[in-house]
């Protein structure tokens, strides 16, 4: 049981942070992730994806629906974060002492965690655990 309640905390975690990120993005609109994308010289299409990595996919999280997918979505949502903001160069310090993809790194890694840990007891999954 302690097991599926840290398998719960995980994807609150990572689910309720990751919203606040794409409520941002439904209120403000996504001109920046745009021009990001297109600078990176893919179509400005592309930049929508953020819908259903930073809204779509933590509510799945919350939920605990189809975890497996969500943390997928999450996961390529932090690569293109990371390759977009930092144009790749990934080892870099930031002016405090931090990583420079710190945040991005830990909601990769956590949605990486929870790829591999499933939904755990506390879900809407059909199947429990997964």
Same mark, same amino acid.
């Given at each position: 049981? $302690?097991? @599926?309640? /840290?398998?719960?905390?995980?994807?609150?975690n %990572?689910?309720?942070?990751? =919203?606040?990120?794409?409520? *941002?993005?439904?209120? &403000?609109?996504? #001109?920046? %992730? !745009?021009?990001?994308? *297109? #600078?990176?010289?893919m179509?400005? +299409?592309?930049?929508?994806?953020?819908?259903?990595? !930073?809204?779509?996919?933590?509510?799945? =999280?919350?939920?605990?629906?189809?975890?497996?997918?969500?943390?997928?979505? %999450?996961?390529?949502t932090? =690569?293109?974060?990371? +390759?977009?903001? *930092?144009? #790749?160069?990934?080892?870099?310090? &930031?002016? *405090?002492?931090?990583?420079?993809? !710190?945040?991005? /790194? =830990?909601?990769? $890694?956590?949605?990486?965690?929870? +790829?591999?840990?499933?939904? #755990?007891? +506390?879900? $809407? @999954?059909?199947?429990?655990?997964?």
């Amino acid at each position: 049981m $302690f097991e @599926d309640i /840290g398998k719960l905390v995980l994807r609150l975690n %990572v689910g309720i942070l990751m =919203l606040f990120h794409g409520i *941002t993005k439904a209120v &403000n609109g996504i #001109g920046g %992730v !745009e021009a990001m994308i *297109t #600078g990176m010289g893919m179509p400005a +299409f592309v930049a929508y994806g953020v819908y259903l990595g !930073e809204i779509l996919a933590p509510i799945m =999280l919350i939920l605990g629906f189809r975890v497996k997918l969500a943390s997928i979505l %999450v996961i390529l949502t932090m =690569l293109m974060a990371i +390759f977009a903001v *930092t144009s #790749g160069n990934i080892f870099a310090i &930031n002016q *405090t002492g931090g990583w420079v993809i !710190e945040l991005q /790194g =830990l909601y990769l $890694f956590g949605a990486l965690a929870i +790829f591999f840990l499933g939904s #755990g007891r +506390f879900s $809407f @999954d059909l199947k429990k655990g997964n």
